[in-house]
């Protein structure tokens, strides 16, 4: 029987699936019920260079709708990337999410900084 569980899984698998065979960066989004977090992620090397989540003071004390804050999240990670002159291609990494509302700014987020995937 197919769940949403399990549909987001099979989702998830297929999207890492097609991400593991370019060599580009990986923008991992996880997305909980109250917050948002992004990795960029080096799969080469095994490696976490960036991270970003509304978690954050930065973001808590910030009376807003959540899809607002996830456009600030993916603003910062975008001005992370900037500031530490990252240069590589990148891939998104959605983790099974459907791309709309908040994952969907998220990404919009990163792309208002210049960052191209």
């Known amino acids: 029987m197919i769940n949403k569980r399990n549909a987001n899984k099979k989702r998830g698998n297929r999207i890492r699936n097609k991400i593991k065979k370019s060599n580009n960066l990986?923008?991992?989004?996880?997305?909980?019920?109250?917050?948002?977090?992004?990795?960029?992620?080096?799969?080469?090397?095994?490696?976490?260079?960036?991270?970003?989540?509304s978690n954050n003071k930065l973001f808590k004390e910030q009376k807003v709708k959540p899809k607002e804050i996830a456009f600030k999240v993916g603003e910062k990670l975008g001005d992370l990337i900037n500031e530490n002159k990252i240069k590589n291609n990148f891939t998104f990494d959605r983790g099974g999410y459907l791309y709309h509302g908040r994952i969907k700014e998220l990404a919009m987020g990163i792309r208002s900084k210049g960052i191209k995937f």
């Open 26 to 53: 990986r923008l991992c989004a996880f997305r909980s019920s109250k917050h948002i977090y992004v990795q960029v992620i080096d799969d080469a090397n095994q490696k976490t260079i960036l991270s970003v989540s």
